[in-house]
């Protein structure tokens, strides 16, 4: 059964700090691999999107990585800004459903 | 605007009540599915639809069904609410399966 870690839990960190974002899932059977922002009693936001044939995506100060052999992401946020805190969700498709990390929340101070 | 809209954004309810929660997009996609967020059990998915008429079930479908009888619009019925189907539940959509999805608001579920 796949399942998607996200590591660390929480993260505190100050204005203009690069930082990245773990993810890892169990099985490489994957489609795509997708990156949500989720802030506090709202909806998902959509990030970035990986097919499982691609290495990495980029937008804006955001760049997320795949490696499908070792079931492993990260995402990376360049210059972080208190605007970026957040809950971060890395999903995995296998099938038909998205398979869910629980999260990393992020928190920057200015 | 492209968007996944869900109505009621909040509903407070009691024991047995049926309830319909909507969803709709604008997108044309075909593929649509609905997810409930619980404290430490994370996302999970309940049904899907890959078309019109076309739905089957998810990792936690029990106590709830949908129907797809348009492409726009995807709802979830709840035919008798316990209060284990407290939470957040979000519908998203996408092109087809392995498309990027693309989620509704959320909409927040009391059962009393």
């Known amino acids: 059964k796949q399942e998607v870690t996200q590591i660390p839990a929480a993260l505190s960190v100050p204005e203009g700090e690069n930082l990245v974002l773990n993810c890892s899932f169990t099985d490489s059977a994957i489609y795509n691999l997708q990156w949500f922002r989720q802030d506090p009693g709202k909806g998902l936001t959509s990030l970035l999107l990986i097919q499982s044939s691609q290495r990495e995506q980029t937008s804006g100060r955001l760049n997320a990585s795949l490696d499908k052999s070792s079931g492993r992401s990260t995402l990376y946020i360049a210059a972080s800004q208190p605007g970026d805190s957040a809950t971060y969700l890395c999903?995995?498709?296998?099938?038909?459903?998205?398979?869910f990390g629980k999260g990393t929340t992020l928190s920057v101070s200015s | 605007e492209a968007q996944v809209t869900q109505n009621p954004r909040y509903l407070i309810t009691v024991t047995g009540k049926k309830l319909t929660v909507t969803c709709s997009q604008n997108m044309n996609h075909e593929y649509m599915s609905w997810y409930r967020q619980d404290p430490g059990l994370g996302l999970r998915q309940i049904y899907y639809?890959?078309?019109?008429?076309?739905?089957d079930k998810g990792d936690v479908p029990e106590g709830y069904k949908v129907s797809r009888k348009e492409k726009r619009n995807f709802p979830l019925i709840l035919e008798s609410p316990s209060p284990n189907q407290t939470s957040l539940y979000f519908c998203?959509?996408?092109?087809?399966?392995?498309?990027?999805?693309?989620f509704g608001p959320g909409t927040r579920l009391t059962v009393l």
């Open positions: 639809s890959m078309n019109v008429e076309v739905t």
């Open positions: 998203a959509s996408s092109f087809q399966n392995t498309n990027e999805q693309f």
């Open positions: 999903a995995v498709r296998p099938r038909t459903a998205l398979i």
